[in-house]
């Protein structure tokens, strides 16, 4: 049997001491993991007091193959304003791979010396740990996710995929909107403007060089042979079609009760489809793409608008194409490695972002404060509450940060999205002096940092978001907005006349 670690770590240390975790990791797990271990916020023993938690990883994050071992350096910085004789606890998580925590006890002793003290120990974790058994990657994506057990499985699932699958499940979603745009006027006038300008012939070059439709059809044939299924019928068990069908289940459950209700219908993805249709004409291709961007964003849509009206108009390509090419051809294939957690979190905190914008508007209010009434918005809430979403993408964000910092490009990409926001506006001419890139990270940090842990404020930014961005899940949202119970209305207060009142109170006339 292996040796286990301990569940629970106890230390006798002073204020402002520093303990420093040797960690020896073994992964007896099928899967690759991602390494970020984290540790919870402090909490003062019989009391309501919590204290930040401070650590810093060497190296920031480990990638550990299955069958590997890897070792890693955590200092924790121990609270200053700690007292003697008070204890401390927390817990040493690693998100996405175990649920269980190591569980961290502090006895705060009284300064011995004025030098800061430090406190090295060893610990070494083999996965899985405590016994718990590997879960399959999909397995739990069945009728059983309308609940927050399904939310929080696929949560730690989404360590385990890679971002390839995503990837190319959202280009076609983009495609097939920028396929339906194509079809109106004010769609095929931006597509013929854009057809003439060196912006629209370097991006069809570089999309030929990388390869991209084969990408596609290869990233769905592996997507298939790992998810095969005889149980589920086709286009029912990619990423976006199950986390739509969890999120409309929420109408008609109760998680609370733990009760599981009737989900919403939602047309099955039929990815493989959309992909035979637009073929491996890479120039249809990036029509689309381009136009359904410009559904999808409208700061894009303003910069091709611009694009299209100031660039003078050429067939020619020129040198930034085969650039960008390779880019894209060295960008794909690293999608296989990094987990899809990375771009989930990318995705939220830009659909609450969105959804944060609309809730000014006085649309956007009314059907927040009709959705809040609702049994949906309970569940949704609750869900987020119990599989600790808030948290979840906090320390996500903090390992995408040092991702990008170990690799020497924090500044140069500020994520997945402002990485290829910004290659798509590198296909513009060396003269362009437009359009600036719309994604920045300090957006989405300050917005993170102004939901915080608030379950309601988060699952309202992304609901909202999503109706900004799909009319099909807006028209959804609005019919269940209109079952929220009437508000109660106040009983008015009986009418007495005040003749009455003088009548019946002889005290009154004196």
């Known amino acids: 049997m292996k040796p286990e670690p301990p569940t629970s770590l106890k230390f006798q240390l002073q204020p402002g001491a520093t303990l420093v975790l040797q960690l020896s990791f073994f992964n007896e797990m099928n899967e690759a993991v991602l390494l970020r271990p984290t540790l919870e916020d402090w909490v003062v023993a019989s009391s309501d007091r919590v204290l930040s938690a401070s650590q810093n990883l060497d190296p920031p994050y480990i990638y550990l193959f299955s069958g590997s071992k890897a070792s890693q350096t955590m200092e924790i910085a121990i609270p200053a304003e700690v007292s ?67 939310l929080i499985s696929g949560i730690i699932d989404l360590d385990r995929i890679p971002t ?22 004010a769609g095929s006038t931006l597509l013929e403007q854009l057809k003439t300008t060196a912006f629209f012939q370097n991006g069809a070059i570089a999309l030929g060089q990388a ?25 029912q068990n990619r990423l976006l079609y199950l986390w739509e069908r969890w999120l409309l289940s929420l109408a008609d459950t109760d998680v609370e009760a733990n009760e599981i209700g009737n989900p919403i219908g939602v047309p099955p993805f039929l990815a493989e489809a959309a992909v035979a249709q637009l073929g491996g004409d890479t120039d249809r291709w990036w029509e689309t793409l381009l136009l359904g961007l ?3 964003s409208p700061p894009i849509a303003r910069g091709l608008e611009e694009i299209a009206r100031a660039n003078s108009p050429t067939t020619a390509a020129d040198a930034k194409a085969a650039e960008a090419g390779y880019r894209l051809a060295t960008a ?39 959705l809040g009434r609702t049994r949906f918005f309970k569940n949704g809430v609750g869900a987020l509450s119990a599989a600790k979403v808030p948290r979840w993408l906090q320390i996500s964000q903090s390992a995408a940060t040092a991702f990008a910092t170990a690799i020497g490009e924090a500044n140069a ?49 992304i609901v909202l978001g999503l109706a900004t961005l799909s009319p099909r899940i807006a028209a959804i949202l609005e019919a269940i907005a209109a079952l929220a119970p009437p508000l109660p209305t106040r009983p008015s207060p009986p009418q007495i006349p005040g003749e009455d009142i003088i009548s019946e109170s002889p005290s009154l006339r004196r």
């Open 84 to 150: 003697p004789g008070q204890m401390l606890k927390a817990g040493l998580r690693f998100p996405g791979i175990q649920e269980n925590a190591i569980a961290l006890d502090l006895e705060i002793v009284p300064v011995a010396q004025p030098l800061p003290q430090i406190l090295e120990f060893p610990l070494s974790v083999t996965f899985p740990i405590f016994g718990e058994t590997n879960p399959s990657s999909w397995h739990i994506f069945d009728g059983t996710t309308a609940g927050s057990a399904g």
């Open 164 to 185: 390839r699958w995503l990837a190319a499940e959202l280009l076609i979603i983009i495609a097939q909107r920028g396929e339906e745009y194509a079809g109106t006027v």
């Open 211 to 235: 390869q991209l439709p084969q990408w596609l059809s290869e990233s769905l044939t592996i997507a298939n042979t790992l998810l095969a299924s005889t149980s589920q019928p086709p286009g």
């Open 294 to 296: 410009a559904v999808l």
């Open 332 to 370: 794909l294939p690293g999608l296989n490695f990094l987990p899809v957690r990375w771009l989930v979190v990318e995705l939220l905190v830009v659909l609450a972002q969105i959804g944060n914008e609309f809730a000014q508007s006085d649309r956007g209010r009314q059907l927040a404060h009709n």
């Open 413 to 461: 990409t500020g994520g997945m999205l402002a990485f290829w926001e910004q290659w798509l506006w590198s296909l513009l001419p060396a003269n362009s002096p437009f359009p600036p890139s719309t994604l920045t990270p300090s957006a989405g940090e300050t917005l993170s940092a102004e939901l915080g842990m608030n379950s309601d404020r988060w699952f309202e930014a």
